[in-house]
């Protein structure tokens, strides 16, 4: 058990991380490597969202998260997709908005296993869905028009 940094929200609230967990991130392992002595790193992350990746790193600080197939194997049912069920239940637990809150922070973290979950996930979710066709006629009619100089 190494020292604990302190991971500063976007809120101001700051939650404490084992610094062998922390460096599982590359952001937070850089910013550690150019101030040895630091002791809070600020982030423009969301509380809630610093919450659930601090989860997610703990508990794969010493267990490596399995790759995730792509394409999904099974498009119906995620959980089927992911060997680990702590990972499966991580993101399915959470709304819409939750999910795309913690892909920000593990873009921003800079873990790519928490990332390539999230991206998962949300493929998952988004498979099978299509944007619904609200065009009239006339507006088809209109961008076929506009569009036919660049038909080959």
Sequence with gaps: MG?????????GQAIEIDEDV???SK???TVL???PNCESIQTNIPYESLEIAKRFLEYHVNKPMDPIPKPLADTQNFANNVKDQFDAN???NLNRDQIFRLLYAAQTLQNDSLISLCAAYMASMINGKNVLD???EEEKLQIEKENSCFRL
């Excluded at 020292?3 to 809120?11: L, N, P, Y």
């Design 27 to 29: 952001y937070l392992q």
């Design 134 to 136: 609200d065009l009239t």
């Design 3 to 11: 020292r604990i940094v302190k991971v500063i929200s976007k809120e």
């Design 22 to 24: 922390a460096v599982t």
């Design 33 to 35: 490597k150019e101030d």
């Design 90 to 92: 991580l993101v399915i």
